[in-house]
C-alpha cells in the first residue's frame, strides 16, 4: 500500500495502546505508518517496545524545560522533523498548550477512559462506580484546548459489572481500547472522514459516525 500516513505516537508509560497500534500498523494495507513514538518521561516502558519493533523512538523530558511554551516547540519540532502527519496520543500524561494544539487541529487523535462528554479527567471508573453506572467504556476523539473534549471519531462500550472494582472495570475498559484505538486511526488515516464545525462527518461510503463497538464482558 501507498501513501500510508505518518504517524507520531505520544507516550508517558508503558504505552498499551501504543503497542496495539504498533501490531496494527504491522500489516502492509493499514493505512498508517509508525514514525515514531516520543516520551516526555525517559524511563517510560513503552520505549523498548518501539524500539524492539524497529520503530524510532525519541525522549523530550519535559523537566528539561523552563516553560510549558517551550516544551511544547520541542516536541512539535521533533514531530515535523519525523515528517509526522498524524498525532496519536496513547496516555500522554501532558496538558498541551493551545498553539500547539491549534497547529496539529483535527490531525492530532486521543484515547479517554469513559464514554464522553461523560467522566472527563482522572479517576473515570472510580466515578463511573460511585454513580452506579451500567455502561461504561473508551472514546477516541480529536484534541482540543480542553482537556477531554473535541470531536467524536469512535466509542467501545463495555458493561459495568456488580462485582467491578475500579481494577476490573479499567481492565475490561483497556481491552476495549485496544480494540477500538487501531480502527479509529485507521478512519483517520485513510480519509474516511473529516471534520465540520465539531461533529465528525463521513466521507466513505458505508462508514457511520461515530463508531460505536459493544464490547461483552
Not at 87 to 116: Q, Y
Request: with cysteine; charged share 25%; hydrophobic share 40%.
Amino acid at each position: 500500500m501507498t501513501g500510508r500516513k505518518k504517524t507520531g505516537i505520544l507516550i508517558s508509560g508503558r504505552g498499551s495502546n501504543m503497542q496495539a497500534l504498533i501490531r496494527a500498523a504491522q500489516d502492509p494495507h493499514y493505512p498508517a505508518e509508525i514514525a515514531v513514538v516520543i516520551s516526555n518521561r525517559p524511563n517510560a516502558q513503552g520505549l523498548d517496545f518501539a524500539k524492539a519493533q524497529g520503530i524510532r523512538t525519541e525522549v523530550i523530558d519535559h523537566k528539561a524545560y523552563g516553560s510549558r511554551e517551550d516544551f511544547d516547540r520541542a516536541l512539535d519540532s521533533a514531530l515535523r522533523r519525523h515528517h509526522v502527519e498524524i498525532i496519536a496520543c496513547a496516555g500522554f500524561m501532558r496538558v498541551m498548550t493551545k498553539t500547539l494544539v491549534e497547529a496539529w487541529r483535527d490531525r492530532m487523535i486521543n484515547i479517554h477512559p469513559s464514554l464522553l462528554p461523560a467522566y472527563k479527567g482522572l479517576h473515570s471508573h472510580e466515578r463511573a462506580l460511585a454513580d452506579g453506572a451500567t455502561r461504561h467504556g473508551a472514546t477516541v476523539h480529536f484534541v482540543r484546548h480542553d482537556v477531554d473534549s473535541g470531536p467524536i471519531i469512535a466509542q467501545a462500550r463495555v458493561p459495568v459489572l456488580k462485582s467491578d472494582t475500579p481494577e476490573t472495570l479499567a481492565q475490561r475498559v483497556l481491552d476495549a481500547e485496544h480494540k477500538i484505538y487501531p480502527k479509529a486511526l485507521a478512519l483517520v488515516a485513510s480519509g474516511a472522514l473529516r471534520v465540520e464545525g465539531e461533529e465528525v462527518v463521513a466521507t466513505a461510503p458505508g462508514v457511520t459516525l461515530p463508531v460505536v463497538i459493544p464490547v461483552l464482558p
